[in-house]
C-alpha cells in the first residue's frame, strides 16, 4: 500500500506541467532507444566526446563508460567547465551554448546518478551498469526501474547532446512558458517555429486524454478502498 501510494503519487505530479522541446539534429538516423542498460552507455559517451570537443576530456581513460563512476566523472568534469566559464569576464554567443551544455551534462549526470543510488538503496545486486553492449547483449542483466526513473533515461537519451532551439512549459494552471534560443528568432526560422507549434498541439491533446485516464484510474482506486 505504501508502494502504491507513492507510485501514485509520483503520476500526479509527474501531470502537473508539460514540456515540448523542438531539437536541431544535424544527422536522423531513426534509431530507437534500446534497452536502459545501453542507453546509458550511449549517453556517458555522447558527453565524453562532447566534453572533450569542449576542452574538458575525462582525465581517467580506463572508465568503462555507463556505469556510475563514469557518470561521476563527468559531472565533474562539466563543474570544471562551469567554473572556467563562470570565471571569463564576457561570452560570445557561442561560449554560452557551450556553457548550458556543460549545465546540462552536470544535472543529468547528477539525476543518472540518483537512479543508481536508488537501485542500490533497494538492495538491487547488479545496481551499477559495469558493462559494455555487448555484454548487456549476451548476458541480458536485469535493471528493474521504476517508471519515473525509466522516463529520466529516456528523456535523456532523446535530447543527447543535441541543440534545444524552442521549448514550451505548460503548467496544470494555465501558466505558460516558452523558451527561445536567440539563433531562432529570425524569420528563417518559420518551419522550425511551425513544427514546435504542432507538437505542442499535438501533446496538448495526448495531455488532456492522459489526465483523463488518470482521474478515471483515481476514481477506481478510490472505489475498491470504500
Known sequence: MKDLKKQVTKIAQDLLNLEVNTIIKP???GEKMRTPR???IDIAKWYSRKLADLGFPLRDESIRLGDYRSFDALRERAHDGIREKAAAKSLTPD????????HRIKDMSDQIKEVFNALETRAFKAWDNSYTHEQIARERPSFPLTPDELVLIRKVWEMGVEE????????????VMTRVNPKYTT?????VHEIHNQGVSVSLRFWKELIGVVKDFFETILKMFR
Open 38 to 40: 545501453h542507453a546509458l
Open 27 to 29: 544527422n536522423i538516423s
Open 95 to 102: 561560449e554560452e551554448a557551450d556553457l548550458l551544455m556543460l
Open 187 to 191: 524569420g528563417e526560422s518559420k518551419v
Open 164 to 175: 534545444i532551439a524552442l521549448q514550451t512549459v505548460i503548467q496544470l494552471d494555465g501558466d
